[in-house]
């Protein structure tokens, strides 16, 4: 794995010019010269990297998730995230497009932007979780990145900073509302997720060896619908309201509220059943969801 600590030092790797700021980078994807036989390398920045493109014949690959740019996307990726990017077909050309802004966390030091950049939840998204950009919301996307380009070219003075951090936040607010909008009107994908959750907790509430695989997580969750934790969480959140974890409580009360009015079973032997490992935690979860402790909600049905 190779790892840039610094900006300058993934322009050289990739033959690109000197950067003209030791902290920021503006750079167009079309300039960047191709390596024929180029090995795929795994890569970490210590720098954040925010980019729109539209990639032919390359394959990126962040984390086990293959990618294909052949979309026009925006992505975002934080320092210490591992990738990876290949020529997908070495007989075909490679044809790119786009712009990438690099920018150390440094740039930010003193700013406001230092203490928000990390409450942007698509920080934590996979490539595969990227953001599709309707045509008038890429227009306004590459509206800001230009004028943070024309100022990256443009003599530095004590101005520049501070416009360059009001454009990279503006950016950044019109991608959090962009993704919001992609939660909504992806409708078709986004109800099958919520089909595969109900499915997967289904089957992971009815397991016979469910004792022993306890409580899922909001992770285990993730895993198997093959999305991050936070996409996951957000789409749920605008979809219905509830998180991941809000969902997993939800199954879990309809599953113990079953066995509460149609068995026999103590409470103790309930809790234990469905993953829990301490009855006082099973009881408290469940008076926090119904107001009811599991022997009041029994009770009323007798």
Same mark, same amino acid.
């Given at each position: ?16 010019? &000197?950067? %003209?700021? #030791? ?21 970490? /920045? ?6 729109? &493109?539209?990639?032919? +014949?390359?394959?990126m690959k962040y984390g086990q998730h293959p990618f294909d740019f052949n979309e026009g996307i ?14 997908? =077909? ?14 150390? #966390? ?17 920080? =934590? ?6 953001? /599709? ?13 230009? *004028?943070?380009? %024309? ?5 530095? =003075?004590?101005?520049? &900073? ?6 990279? !936040? ?7 509302? /962009? ?7 992806? !409708? ?9 959750? !109900? ?9 016979? =060896? ?16 093959h999305l991050s934790p936070k996409y996951l969480s957000n789409l749920l959140r605008v979809l219905?309201?509830? +998180? ?5 409580? *939800? ?44 022997? !009041?909600?029994? *009770?009323s049905f007798n």
């Open positions: 794995m190779k790892r840039f600590r610094t900006i300058s030092e993934f322009h050289e790797f990739r033959q690109l010019p &000197k950067p %003209q700021h #030791p902290l920021l980078s503006v750079v167009d994807v079309s300039t960047v010269p191709h390596q024929p036989g180029e090995e795929p390398t795994s890569m970490v /920045f210590d720098f954040y990297a925010i980019s729109v &493109k539209r990639m032919r +014949n390359v394959r925006m992505s975002f990726m934080a320092p210490n995230q591992v990738f990876s990017m290949a020529v997908a =077909d070495p007989a075909e050309a490679v044809e790119k497009s786009g712009w990438v802004v690099y920018v150390h #966390p440094d740039f930010l030091w003193n700013t406001s932007l230092a203490k928000t950049i990390q409450q942007y939840d698509f920080w =934590d998204y996979s490539l595969k979780e990227a953001l /599709f950009l309707s045509g008038k919301e890429e227009a306004a996307i590459l509206h800001l990145l230009f *004028a943070i380009e %024309q100022e990256y070219a443009s003599t530095i =003075d004590r101005f520049s &900073k501070h416009i360059m951090v009001s454009h990279l !936040e503006s950016l950044l607010h019109y991608a959090d509302r /962009f993704y919001h909008r992609q939660f909504l009107t992806r !409708e078709k994908a986004n109800h099958e997720v919520l089909e595969r959750l !109900e499915s997967l907790l289904q089957a992971h509430f009815n397991s016979p =060896d469910l004792v022993e695989r306890g409580l899922p997580t909001v992770q285990y969750v993730a895993d198997g619908l219905t309201g509830q +998180n991941t974890q809000q969902h997993i409580h *939800a199954m879990l009360i309809a599953k113990a509220k079953e066995k509460l009015s149609t068995t026999t079973l103590t409470v103790s032997e309930i809790a234990y059943g469905l993953g829990f490992e301490h009855l006082q935690s099973f009881s408290k979860l469940f008076k926090t969801k119904t107001s009811l402790s599991p022997l !009041e909600f029994r *009770a």
